[in-house]
């Protein structure tokens, strides 16, 4: 056998990976203001301040989103990027208030349109979800398919 290939017993192990908490996003600087589509002085579309979520098992606490703060401006666009289980669906659904259990916003504040969304009863969700902010789910199995017209997927749930 040439010695400088490894026996196929031989074990091989996989270096240790150090185990770190998910990467917590700083509050994004300054934006250039936009006018709102009111009349009034308020600027800020989203504003997500130190939001905390975390899952309660049997296990224990797992914490999904750890002090997150960002704001967002009228007319303007962010995408929130991050490996996975990072806590990007988790801050999405917290911020349409769609967390199920055993997830709990434990702390921090979520306001659109300068109101406090942590607030709101679930009628006052319901009105919100749909007409003023929505969201786009990633599972595959529920999207429309882009190779059809809209108008042919929807007659087909339907039937």
Not at 11 to 35: G, K, N, Y
Not at 67 to 83: A, F, H, P, Q, T
Request: proline share 6%; with cysteine; charged share 25%.
């Amino acid at each position: 056998m040439d010695e400088n290939k490894t026996p196929a017993t031989e074990e091989i192990t996989a270096p240790e990976i150090e185990e770190t908490e998910a990467p917590v996003m700083e509050e994004a600087p300054a934006a250039e203001e936009t006018a709102a589509p009111e009349a009034d002085d308020e600027k800020v579309l989203l504003k997500v301040k130190d939001l905390k979520v975390s899952f309660f098992t049997p296990a224990g606490e797992v914490k999904a989103v750890n002090g997150i703060s960002y704001s967002l401006g009228y007319n303007e666009v962010m995408g929130i990027v991050g490996e996975s289980g990072s806590g990007k669906s988790v801050e999405a659904y917290s911020i349409i208030g769609l967390l199920q259990s055993p997830g709990k916003v434990i702390g921090g504040s979520i306001e659109f349109e300068g109101e406090d969304v942590l607030k709101y009863n679930e009628e006052q969700m319901r009105q919100l979800r749909g007409n003023k902010i929505s969201m786009i789910f990633q599972n595959p199995m529920t999207c429309l398919n882009p190779v059809y017209t809209i108008g042919n997927q929807l007659v087909e749930a339907l039937m």
